[in-house]
């Protein structure tokens, strides 16, 4: 069992900067590739970055430029850190990860960007 705790998020204006943190813990080892997802209000929730063990890292078109992740991965965190926000990248964003072949997903956190 791997639990996902997502923090950061919150409210920021257009043009401004957040960060994003998930932690897993739980019985396991290596975990292989951690990302994370956004689902905004009405929307199918959507791959934002996912980041493998050697760092290699992938972003959905709509963030490249802007979004950066990363993981520790002696403290099996990821991150995510969000500049040059736009009122489009609104959403509750989700931590995920697989462990043998069994999704796990965090409670999600919200981002607001005003414009």
């Known amino acids: 069992q791997v639990h996902l705790v997502e923090s950061g998020g919150g409210l920021a204006q257009a043009g401004g900067s957040l960060s994003l943190s998930c932690a897993a813990s739980g019985r396991f080892s290596g975990i292989i590739a951690m990302a994370w997802y956004r689902q905004a209000p009405g929307k199918q929730r959507e791959l934002v970055a996912v980041?493998?063990?050697?760092?290699?890292?992938e972003y959905t078109d709509p963030v490249k430029g802007r979004f950066t992740i990363s993981r520790d991965n002696a403290k099996n965190t990821v991150y995510l850190q969000m500049n040059s926000l736009k009122s489009e990248d609104t959403a509750v964003y989700y931590c995920?990860?697989?462990?043998?072949?069994?999704?796990?997903w965090g409670k999600g956190t919200l981002v607001t960007v005003s414009s």
């Open positions: 980041v493998n063990r050697s760092g290699s890292t």
């Open positions: 995920w990860t697989m462990v043998f072949g069994t999704n796990y």
